[in-house]
């Protein structure tokens, strides 16, 4: 059982017409320098007084928060920690569809409605978010024993990519185990129980999608940590990632990104009034 169904917000929380069915039973831990907090969906959010407490009454919890001060103090807390990456540039297309879906309309309404809009006004934000926080976690994965699992293989190479994580996580399964459990997280499956949280179910969708100007920034932006990630750089072809990645070399990895966002910077001319 998790920590927050054991909370008295839980029996209310469950009621409530969230994102996705469940989605009240799910541990959410919240980050930042001065605070950790657990929170339902977007909705709801209290501090942790005890983070001890609460780790040991959560067997298992997600976060999205982005490293912080308190990032390495928080680690050594669980015993296992995954994670997960997605190509930024069906990250960016999956985001603009959810800040514009008639869940987060509803919490949390805002001048833009439209996906295709809300990308043009957000996509440079949303592809600097993603490179600080893949490459600080990057960071840190050696450290503190942190598992990457790519976003893609679930979906391509589903038998391999869970071959990786159960070895991670010593946990062994049965053949007819692990096909069970690529049959119960299926798209086909995940989709017909969760059809306002899942869309594509594809991977590599950016090729057809993303503009032109859009493709042009993603490769400015993030092009050198796609590419140490082994994502592709071009529109036609098989999308592709890599797990064998140097992490020796994450301080040059750094300097190459900053250099690459400079040409961003660089093209923007400022005209003095006459």
Known sequence: MSYIQQHPIYPIASTWQLNFPDQAKIDVLEVTDLQYSYRISSIFRMPIEDIDSYVGQSPHVWTHSPVCAR????????DKKVYIIRDPRDRALSAARYYCSDYMLKYFPQEEKD?????????????HEWVW??????????????HVT???????????????LLNYLETPL??????????????????RKNPKHLKKGQAGYWMDQLSDEHFEKAEIIAGPLMRFLGYPSERDGDMH?????????LNDLKQEILRSQKQLYASIHYQTPN
């Not at 295709?116 to 006004?121: A, V």
């Not at 990632?241 to 992490?247: D, I, N, R, T, V």
């Open 71 to 78: 990032t390495p103090q928080l680690l050594p807390l669980f």
């Open 150 to 164: 790519f976003f893609e293989g679930l979906l391509l190479d589903f038998q391999v990519e869970l071959e990786r």
């Open 241 to 249: 990632f890599s797990h064998e990645m140097e992490l020796y070399a």
């Open 115 to 127: 996906p295709g809009r809300f990308l043009d006004k957000n996509f440079e934000y949303l592809m």
């Open 174 to 191: 049965s053949d007819q185990q692990k096909s069970q459990l690529e049959e119960a997280v299926s798209f086909k499956i995940l989709k």
């Open 133 to 146: 926080h893949v490459f600080d976690y990057l960071r840190l994965t050696k450290a503190f024993d942190i």
